[in-house]
């Protein structure tokens, strides 16, 4: 069973700087598609950065685009995703989720399209 560990949520300033990490274990699958995720609360969950281990575009939500950015460490089989210049709109459980690669095909991540997730870390904006 695949497993997925995220972590590095904080809370931090507006215009702060944070690094999230997703520890990918026990995954059987050689090309997977991984994503990031966040929900505020009273909204849904959405989309916010996503890669194909196969290689291909990388996938940035339209309000992220220029300050995050998505890489893996493939040695050590972790994501990560650094948020800079952030904003109080960006405070949120951010989740990681591994699946397939066909998950990666979609033109947006798709929450349903993943099945194994990680348990959120916090991430708080503030002024």
């Known amino acids: 069973q695949v497993q997925v560990a995220d972590s590095g949520g904080d809370a931090v300033q507006v215009g702060g700087s944070l690094r999230l990490s997703c520890a990918a274990s026990?995954?059987?699958?050689?090309?997977?598609?991984a994503a990031w995720f966040r929900q505020a609360p009273g909204k849904e969950r959405e989309g916010v950065a996503r890669?194909?281990?196969?290689?291909?575009?990388?996938y940035y939500a339209d309000s992220v685009k220029g300050r995050f950015t998505i890489s893996r460490d493939d040695a050590e089989n972790t994501f990560y995703l650094q948020m800079n210049n952030l904003q109080a709109e960006d405070t949120a459980m951010y989740y990681c989720?591994?699946?397939?690669?066909?998950?990666?095909?979609?033109?947006?991540?798709?929450?349903?399209?993943?099945?194994?997730w990680g348990q959120g870390t916090q991430v708080t904006v503030s002024s």
């Open positions: 890669l194909s281990t196969g290689g291909g575009n990388i």
């Open positions: 989720a591994l699946d397939r690669a066909a998950a990666c095909a979609t033109s947006t991540p798709i929450p349903v399209d993943y099945t194994n």
């Open positions: 026990k995954v059987p699958w050689r090309v997977y598609c």
